[in-house]
């Protein structure tokens, strides 16, 4: 039987670099910005790689990409 990708999981995966590593997005950018400095909202735009753990994990829940 297929298997298939659980969508949750690939929604929380921004993209996939060369090196096979999956990058995430950052917290606190989304909810309650009026109190957080403009850093704080600057820097949450950005992403950042999933841990080694967290990503052996995924990678079993997105087999088809």
Known sequence: MKAKTVKTAKKRIVNVTKNGKLMRRKLTGQHLTTGKSKRTLRNSTKTTPLSHADSKR????????
Request: hydrophobic share 40%; no cysteine; glycine share 12%.
């Open 58 to 65: 995924i990678k079993k829940l997105i087999p088809n990409g």
